[in-house]
């Protein structure tokens, strides 16, 4: 069974610093692209950085030059750290086996097992 147990989420003021972290458990991590995502209440999930098995990365427009998504595949752990954070940055992140379609972030086809997320708050 996949689970994906997001942490590392908190409230900072606007250029301040936050390192998320995502724990797997329930299939081969390291086979895997991976992809962080992020939601606002009334809006679509995001999808902000893609880091395929090899180590490549992939970013949305928005955090390109502020994000930096990473893995540790021997403690099968995605990381996001965010720095330069800005207040349109406020909203709840995920983690999930994802993919780059047309130059876009997407969650792989038919995956449902989205954890909690972390809620990231920034203040102007």
């Known amino acids: 069974q996949v689970q994906l147990v997001e942490s590392g989420g908190g409230s900072v003021q606007a250029g301040g610093s936050l390192r998320l972290s995502c724990a797997a458990s329930g299939y081969i991590f390291s086979r895997y692209c991976m992809g962080w995502f992020r939601q606002t209440p009334g809006k679509e999930r995001e999808g902000v950085a893609h880091i395929n098995s090899g180590g490549g990365t992939s970013y949305a427009d928005s955090v390109k030059g502020r994000f930096t998504i990473s893995r540790d595949n021997a403690k099968n752990t995605l990381y996001l750290q965010m720095n330069n954070l800005k207040p349109e940055d406020t909203a709840m992140y995920y983690c999930?086996?994802?993919?780059?379609?047309?130059?876009?972030?997407?969650?792989?086809?038919?995956?449902?097992?989205w954890g909690q997320g972390t809620q990231v708050t920034v203040s102007a």
């Open positions: 999930a086996p994802a993919r780059v379609s047309a130059g876009v972030v997407r969650v792989i086809p038919g995956y449902s097992s």
